[in-house]
């Protein structure tokens, strides 16, 4: 690999800048640089350069197969090298697939902007390039970067048409919480496969609940199972030994084999595991920078993970602010009339004519609530118009496991002002009913209701908070 360049930084305008896309994939990235902006529009220099591949595109992958003749990393770094960006524009397209490409920009001191998923897609869209290629969409974040769209009037990048640079203890929030995620989800199966085992080896136990109360130690049916009993509570070991003893299972012959205590041994490393990461996690969450919005999340009664996942993708809150104030926008347009029902547990929706109005968008609010998941797209499916879901499922997720676990079960929510405003709503949507008296809304289409509900509340709770915060 040549020898690295120390690379001058400078104030980038239009008329200078030197951009590289970079789209990333599983294992490789395609790469296209752009120093200006293509005479004659994207959609044209596409057509009259897409057969070149090879040469304006070239893909280098994290392992290359050598008979391919497959470029590696390091011939990455090299091209990075010769070609000398100014600045590289890149999709968060996973946070483990980006990471080696990005760590080699840092390296050659290359400035990495991010451009979020949505924005790129509207971007690509509207220049009409096709989907699903990679070049296309090298071609695509080059042009992002030398778009004098995405400039302000001094010739400057303007920062608010890219995402805004994550703290690292930002980066370790989601990390730490995307591996407890996969724990559950590894952990999951082998539950499921070992109580129904014990449903014959071990009736009398195989559906009890059982996790640790102390850290260090294991659940204790599991740590019985596994024979570790100097990691389970010394009462709770002879408490479960003496059921065994009696259990019908002992009695007609059954015993518990190998296969069982393996599982059993798994799932108290998983645990022991867990334990670790939440330890590392709670300090992580608690960290003074976090201060206002713990005490907001107090309020809401949000659970450890999902403030993890709440901060990981809404600090720093301001970034949804304009000048520290919500962007809000007034126009006067058509309001259609909006209809909406469900169909088997679906949002279909219909449109017809409306008044024209001066309407309000709180771009703000809806930017917030799209990184929460908690956004809102139509689609295409037959006749009919879809409404789904947009933004992060995984937040959208720990949200429905907030309202079923916090918020449908009476007496689990803080007292306070907002939990009570929150139960207030609840109950107004269920003495929604139709003529016959039958509740309109329930299950999902209810739960999605409250979801939207905290996503609204937190917004309203954060955007009072930061700003009283910065007034002190």
């Known amino acids: 690999m040549s020898k690295k360049p120390r690379l001058t930084s400078r104030t980038m305008t239009i008329k200078s800048i030197r951009s590289l896309g970079v789209d990333v994939s599983k294992s490789s990235v395609t790469c296209h640089i752009l120093t200006q902006y293509p005479v004659g529009g994207l959609k044209t220099y596409w057509q009259k350069n897409r057969t070149k591949a090879n040469t304006l595109f070239p893909s280098f992958y994290s392992s290359p197969k050598r008979k391919s003749k ?10 990075v090298i010769e070609n000398k960006p100014d600045v590289a524009i890149l999709e968060p397209t996973g946070n483990h697939y980006s990471r080696l490409w990005a760590r080699i920009l840092e390296s ?12 790129l897609r509207r971007y690509r869209g509207g220049k009409n390039l096709p989907n699903k290629s990679d070049e296309a969409d090298a071609l695509a974040m080059a042009a992002y970067g030398v778009d004098q769209e995405n400039y302000l009037e001094s010739g400057e990048l303007n920062p608010r048409q890219f995402l805004m640079h994550r703290p690292q203890l930002i980066d ?18 082998i539950v499921n496969y070992t109580r129904q085992v014990l449903a014959w080896q071990f009736p009398e136990k195989a559906h009890s609940e059982t996790r640790s109360t102390k850290l ?7 740590g019985w199972l596994a024979e570790r009993e100097l990691e389970v509570h010394p009462q709770s070991y002879k408490s479960i030994s003496k059921i065994y003893r009696e259990s019908a ?8 084999d190998p296969t069982v205590r393996l599982h059993a041994g798994w799932l108290c490393d998983i645990d022991i595991e867990e334990q670790r990461l939440e330890t590392i996690l709670k300090s992580l969450v608690n960290d003074e920078q ?12 949000f659970g450890l993970r999902i403030r993890a996942r709440l901060l990981s993708r809404i600090y720093p809150f301001e970034a949804f602010l304009s000048n520290g104030k919500q962007l809000i926008e007034r ?17 279909v929706v219909k449109f017809s004519p409306g008044d024209t109005k001066r309407v309000k968008r709180n771009r703000s609010r809806d930017a917030f609530k799209l990184r929460l998941g908690m956004g809102t797209v139509l689609e295409q499916s037959g006749d009919n118009l879809v409404e789904k879901g947009a933004g ?24 306070n002002p907002i939990s009570n405003e929150i139960v207030i709503y609840k109950e107004t949507l269920k003495e929604s009913v139709d003529g016959s008296g039958k509740q309109l809304l329930n299950g999902k289409h209810l739960q999605n209701k409250l979801m939207s509900k905290v996503a609204n509340l937190l917004f309203r709770e954060l955007s009072r908070a930061i700003a009283v915060h910065d007034q002190n």
């Not at 050659?108 to 924005?119: A, P, Q, R, S, T």
């Not at 976090?290 to 009664?301: A, E, L, M």
């Open 70 to 79: 497959q470029k590696s990393a390091f011939d990455f770094a090299d091209y």
């Open 108 to 119: 050659l001191e290359i400035k990495i902007l991010w451009v979020g998923h949505i924005e």
């Open 172 to 189: 370790e929030l989601r990390e730490l919480v995307q591996q407890l995620e996969h724990l559950a989800r590894v952990q999951s199966p």
């Open 216 to 222: 260090g130690n294991v659940p204790p049916l599991w």
């Open 249 to 256: 299972a002992v009695q007609f012959g059954l015993e518990i």
């Open 290 to 301: 976090f201060k206002t919005y713990n005490q907001i999340f107090d309020q809401f009664g």
């Open 331 to 347: 126009e006067v347009r058509e309001v259609k009339k909006k209809e909406v029902r469900r169909e088997n547990g679906k949002s």
């Open 392 to 415: 992060s499922a995984l937040c959208r997720m720990n949200f429905w496991q907030h309202v079923i676990t916090k918020i449908e079960v009476d007496g689990r929510l803080p007292d």
